[in-house]
Nanobody, 115 residues
Framework: QVQLVESGGGLVQPGESLRLSCAAS????????MGWYRQAPGKQREEVAI???????QYADSVRGRFTISRDNVKNTVYLEMNSLKFEDTAVYLC?????????WGQGTQVTVSS
């Protein structure tokens, strides 16, 4: 089992940056996949970025080149660096982890991009 706690959301203007953090309750070495999803009002949950235990990262087309996922194995934390934010990035961002085929989710952190 793993608990996930997100932080770092907020209100920003278009073009600005934010960094989200997801702290896991256990070592990242025991977690096959971690990542970020987002859900905007009235829309389906969307995969944003994922990172595999042994290093490969994947991004949604809508964020590739603007967002970067990274992991700190000492702090058991995964980050999502979001640059050049757009109105359409507004959503609740949820941290995700997969351990032995079981999915775990954080509570989410709100990101609002508004002028």
């Amino acid at each position: 089992q793993v608990q996930l706690v997100e932080s770092g959301g907020g209100l920003v203007q278009p073009g600005e940056s934010l960094r989200l953090s997801c702290a896991a309750s256990r070592s990242l070495f025991g977690i096959e996949t971690m990542g970020w999803y987002r859900q905007a009002p009235g829309k389906q949950r969307e995969e944003v970025a994922i990172t595999k235990r042994w290093g490969s990262n994947q991004y949604a087309d809508s964020v590739r080149g603007r967002f970067t996922i990274s992991r700190d194995n000492v702090k058991n934390t995964v980050y999502l660096e979001m640059n050049s934010l757009k109105f359409e990035d507004t959503a609740v961002y949820l941290c995700y982890a997969e351990v032995s085929g079981t999915s775990y989710w954080g509570q989410g952190t709100q990101v609002t991009v508004s002028s």
